[in-house]
């Protein structure tokens, strides 16, 4: 039985995204230190300079397409032989 959602449920999704995103706007010492409020008390861009100065998210990145990719190609063969297996008993 599907439920429907309810106005609680889209606030809970939407706040959690907001707090990632304040989060990642604030100093991640007062953030640990202090939590979070409505806006960052400390904001700062620093997190994101690191973030983009490693090379390990684009390689992550690539993986995810290269297996996302490889997938949909497996999937899609897969079914296309099930299929022309089907089409050949009938």
């Given at each position: 039985?599907?439920?429907?959602?309810?106005?609680?449920?889209?606030?809970?999704?939407?706040?959690?995204?907001?707090y990632?995103?304040i989060?990642s706007?604030?100093?991640?010492?007062d953030?640990?230190?202090?939590?979070?409020?409505?806006?960052?008390r400390?904001?700062?861009?620093?997190?994101?300079?690191?973030?983009?100065?490693k090379?390990?998210?684009?390689?992550?990145?690539?993986i995810?397409?290269l297996?996302?990719?490889?997938g949909t190609?497996?999937?899609?063969?897969?079914?296309?032989?099930s299929l022309?297996?089907?089409l050949?008993?009938?």
């Amino acid at each position: 039985m599907k439920r429907k959602k309810t106005v609680e449920d889209r606030i809970v999704t939407l706040y959690s995204f907001y707090y990632i995103l304040i989060a990642s706007f604030n100093m991640g010492l007062d953030t640990a230190q202090r939590g979070l409020y409505l806006f960052p008390r400390q904001f700062t861009l620093e997190n994101y300079q690191y973030f983009f100065s490693k090379r390990a998210w684009v390689e992550a990145f690539d993986i995810t397409i290269l297996r996302t990719v490889v997938g949909t190609i497996v999937a899609f063969c897969s079914q296309a032989w099930s299929l022309t297996d089907w089409l050949k008993k009938i």
